[in-house]
């Protein structure tokens, strides 16, 4: 079992849709984790921390269910500019010297006029 | 002013030969890394110091060589090339923090390597 899944995708959506992302990692020991965005030929980019609170930001909203093991990403009103591979990241240890990201292969989202 | 720089932006060798690639960070992170990006764009860790000395070294075959020669700066040397080191190389840098969400990884652009 891969250490963090996603759906690759592509999902296809008009502008204006609403989208969810779903992901789910192997180590239940994960302390943190992220949604990072790549577009294409360019390096990953964060977009939001995921607290075990559940946060938003904009249109915007990451959920974690630690008991599930289970990370979603919601986006609301997609803009074209919101085209992108959205990475699915866990780390393993909170914090320390021993930093380390495991990235999940990312889910290709195009959002169509 | 850009906050992880990788140099070169592209590489195009032949098979057999030694190529290094070079990253600095200006964010005053103690903690370096050197990411491969294969065909099927899945990313994954290769290196990590922290404050020059080697913390993570996964699976890498030993023709590739990290080097710190101080906390703002971790270098690739890959020695022999081979075609199935063709991939894009992503350098990234962090602050050591146990607070949730904070150990945020900030990325160069990459540097696309192709051998030929």
């Known amino acids: 079992r891969k250490e963090v899944e996603q759906d690759p995708g592509p999902f296809n959506v008009p502008e204006g849709a609403t989208v969810a992302f779903n992901c789910t990692y192997s180590n239940s020991a994960s302390q943190s984790f992220f949604w990072y965005r790549q577009d294409c030929r360019k390096e990953p980019k964060l977009l939001m921390s995921?607290?075990?609170s559940g946060n938003e930001d904009g249109r915007f909203t990451a959920q974690l269910n630690r008991a599930s093991q289970y990370i979603s990403l919601l986006i609301r009103d997609s803009k074209l500019s919101d085209s992108a591979t959205y990475l699915c990241?866990?780390?393993?240890?909170?914090?320390?010297?021993?930093?380390?990201?495991?990235f999940g292969t990312g889910t290709l989202l195009a959002v169509q006029p | 002013d850009t906050a992880v720089s990788q140099t070169p932006k592209y590489l195009v060798t032949q098979m057999g030969n030694d190529k290094s690639i070079k990253c600095e960070q200006n964010?005053?992170?103690?903690?370096m890394y050197w990411y491969k990006q294969d065909s099927k764009k899945f990313l994954k860790i290769m290196f990590s110091y922290n404050n020059k000395e080697l913390i993570i070294n996964e699976t890498v075959p030993n023709r590739f060589s990290p080097k710190s020669p101080d906390k703002a700066h971790l270098n690739l040397h890959i020695n022999s090339l081979e075609l199935g080191d063709s991939a894009v190389y992503f350098c990234?840098?962090?602050?050591?923090?146990?607070?949730?969400?904070?150990?945020?990884?900030?990325f160069g652009a990459g540097t696309r390597l192709s051998v030929l």
């Open positions: 995921v607290y075990s």
């Open positions: 964010l005053g992170h103690d903690t």
């Open positions: 990241v866990v780390n393993p240890f909170y914090g320390g010297a021993t930093n380390k990201l495991i």
């Open positions: 990234a840098s962090s602050s050591r923090t146990g607070e949730e969400g904070k150990n945020i990884q900030y």
